[in-house]
């Protein structure tokens, strides 16, 4: 048992309810009231409060509270921040003008609300008293129920709750176990039939096929040249629509959900992302490729004249709107929309009014959303790293915080909802990475296995003298920060992010921290992590919409991306968590570094190739190569005093070197073909090898849960 704070000795007898402010707090029932209202507190949460109540008026310090609530579970300040958050929240507060808790910058918090022991079913007329409040006894009751739910949060795969979200674990049964990858579930109607796309194990073509929820085998529904995607059923259950990507041109069908002939609807010019069918049965809403704005679109498919017409506007500064979803009114149509980067948040179109609302503020990579049968809410698929774990997560068009859903797989994509019967179907994605070193020669080099777990391990950077090599992992069954040596010895960890999910970790230019963000619902951070001892500062953001780009060349701040109505502004922030944001410029940056002389800033932009530079102190920009490959790789180069590397374009792609003394780029080889898909990469600083993240597994099973919570 732990210790409880330091005070007077404890009556025997702890009291079932007092009052804070205008709450009555029942321990025991983990519950406050007020004014016939009752809120229910996590364990973790009340024993916060009775912390901070033994000692009201009083500050009391970060490290004692972390202490005595999470005990021997190692956790970060972040994770008391956002407990603090939470409970402010539950009593209406706020950190500005607080009338409950208030920060006590660089100790603790401090209770600032009255505080009577005397409370029972009915408000005290007694004079509400400061100053200890005296229940070690009660303290102690909650501190081993707190240390369980904190432990289980990290011991569950996808484990992770944000500052604003409650966490739920879904009973999911498998419903398929086919080799291979069966995608883009769709459920019937009355939930007792969904329809998906298999390739069958032979990784050649995805085919279209329909399960009963009682019986095992399948029946196959479409044998058409190219890949079969995106099934949505009609109203009534006894038609399917899908989407085509073919050999020649791609196109919209129907095929009947007994089995039949498919039927050619409409032609497209681009590939979809994602297809629904109204409640009514009259139209389509698809997603395509737009080529006058450059940008994907909705459009509507009317069954009724055969003709297409837009559904959306998407702004210019966005990937544009995918994966739309009917609600079952008709009325509403939620679809993903998102920055120039790749993340989504979840909008909302009302048909009625033509207006678009943002149900989410988070920023990461979506994957998938359907409505819930009273259509009040949506169910959708979430995570911040592509190769990293997805959770399902519930938004509520009333504004209530989200839900997130705890389930047995670490990746569960595109969910679908029965419309009548309410019955989920989701991907059960199992995806392993690796890291790989190889030499920088032509094909047919070889590669050789460098970090290794049975689950994910991605996002390797090799520090800048080429001895350690900063990874991401999802070993510790959620994604932390590992530091190991340059072949991949002693590894060990340095993160404990209880609730937040690291990504894109850089080094300092010395060696001696690994800068990093962290994002969850709500809020995203920078943090600067010691790789000796693990100590780390933070630096929690306004907002969702900064990125980290790199760091200054002398190691004493980071340099952030804030996207903002106007553009993206480029800022430094100081490394040590002390002092002001400095603005430095309007800059569309995806990552940055200062160049070895300290004269000029190098970048790659967001929405154009080629890698720039410009000088620090303002003036001209100039390209130092132009690269016409799009996706991640174009982040992905090296700045050192001789010259620069990066990814080249062509097939295969290949390492390039631009040497500045001889002012012409030359090739250092082919990227080598490897096993597994490419989706990262890292130079060594000696140029000698590179550091690939490949992904060694790809498979995809169906899950299905009857009743949702």
């Not at 009273?374 to 068009?397: I, K, N, Q, R």
Request: charged content about 25%; proline content about 7%; overall charge negative.
């Amino acid at each position: 048992m732990l210790d409880s704070p330091k005070g007077p000795s404890l009556p025997s007898d702890p009291p079932t309810a007092f009052r804070v402010g205008e709450w009555t707090v029942r321990p025991r029932l983990n519950r406050v009231e007020r004014g016939g209202k009752t809120k229910r507190l996590e364990p973790r949460l009340m024993h916060l409060l009775l912390l901070l109540a033994d000692r009201a008026g009083e500050a009391v310090g970060r490290g004692e509270l972390i202490e005595a609530i999470w005990g021997d579970v190692v956790v970060n300040e972040e994770s008391l921040t956002q407990a603090v958050s939470k409970l402010r929240r539950v009593f209406g507060d706020e950190s500005r003008s607080p009338l409950y808790i208030e920060t006590i910058p660089k100790t603790g918090y401090r209770l600032v609300a009255s505080v009577d022991l005397h409370a029972d079913d009915a408000p005290s007329d007694a004079t509400p008293r400061r100053g200890r409040t005296a229940w070690r006894l009660a303290v102690a009751f909650l501190v081993p129920t707190a240390v369980l739910a904190a432990a289980l949060l990290l011991l569950l795969p996808d484990g992770r709750e944000s500052a604003s979200a409650s966490s739920f674990l879904l009973d999911a049964v498998p419903f398929t176990s086919y080799p291979g990858r069966e995608i883009t579930p769709a459920v019937s109607p009355d939930g007792r039939a969904v329809a998906f796309a298999w390739d069958a194990g032979e990784e050649e073509r995805y085919d279209l096929y329909l399960k009963q929820v009682n019986t095992e085998t399948p029946l196959r529904l479409t044998d058409l040249p190219g890949d079969e995607y995106y099934p949505a059923w009609s109203p009534d259950g006894t038609t399917i629509a899908f989407f085509v990507a073919g050999p020649e041109k791609d196109g919209i069908y129907t095929v009947p959900a007994i089995g039949g002939p498919s039927r050619l609807l409409v032609r497209l010019e681009a590939e979809a992302y994602g297809l629904d069918w109204s409640p009514d049965g009259g139209l389509l809403v698809f997603s395509a490729w737009d080529a006058e704005i450059a940008l994907r679109r909705l459009y509507y498919y009317s069954f009724e004249d055969r003709a297409i017409s837009p559904a959306t506007e998407p702004p210019d500064l966005s990937t544009g709107d995918i994966t739309p979803a009917f609600s079952p009114d008709g009325g509403k149509i939620a679809f993903l929309r998102g920055p120039s980067r790749g993340e989504q948040d979840l909008f909302v179109l009302d048909r009625e009014t033509g207006s678009t609302t943002a149900l989410t503020h988070m920023r990461q990579y979506i994957r998938g959303v359907d409505w819930t049968p009273g259509g009040e809410s949506l169910f959708f698929s979430s995570g911040t790293e592509l190769v990293g774990d997805f959770f399902l997560g519930e938004a509520f068009l009333s504004g209530a915080p989200l839900r997130r859903y705890l389930t047995r797989e670490r990746r569960a994509l595109r969910p679908s909802i029965a419309r009548k019967t309410g019955v989920l179907v989701f991907e059960q994605q199992i995806l392993e990475c690796s890291v790989n070193r190889a030499p920088l020669g032509g094909p047919g080099e070889g590669e050789e296995p460098v970090i290794r777990s049975t689950r994910s391990d991605y996002d390797s950077r090799l520090s800048p003298q080429g001895d350690r090599i900063a990874f991401l992992s999802t070993r510790t069954g959620q994604p932390e920060l590992f530091v190991c040596g340059r072949s991949g010895e002693d590894p060990r960890r340095l993160s404990r992010f209880e609730t937040a999910v690291p990504n894109a970790p850089i080094w300092s230019p010395d060696g001696s921290r690994v800068a990093l963000r962290t994002t969850s619902a709500d809020r995203s951070s920078v943090w600067v992590i010691d790789v000796v001892d693990g100590a780390a500062i933070e630096r929690t953001l306004a907002g969702p919409d900064e990125y980290l780009a790199g760091w200054t060349g002398d190691g004493n701040a980071l340099y952030l991306v804030t996207m903002g109505k106007e553009g993206e502004t480029l800022q430094r922030v100081p490394a040590d968590g002390t002092g002001e944001i400095v603005p430095v410029r309007n800059l569309d940056v995806i990552r940055a570094a200062e160049s070895a002389d300290g004269e000029s800033l190098i970048f790659t932009r967001i929405g154009s190739g080629g890698i720039w530079k410009t000088p620090l102190g303002g003036g001209p920009e100039e390209t130092l190569v132009d690269i016409d490959h799009d996706g991640a790789l174009r982040s992905f180069w090296k700045e050192t005093k001789r010259g620069l590397y990066f990814v080249r374009s062509g097939s295969p792609l290949s390492i390039g070197f631009l040497d500045y003394a001889a002012d012409s780029v030359r090739s250092l080889g082919a990227l080598p073909a490897g096993e597994g898909a490419l989706f990262g990469l890292d130079i060594a600083p000696d140029g000698r090898s590179i550091l690939i993240d490949r992904i060694d597994r790809s498979e995809s099973d169906l899950s299905l849960v009857r009743d949702l919570p």
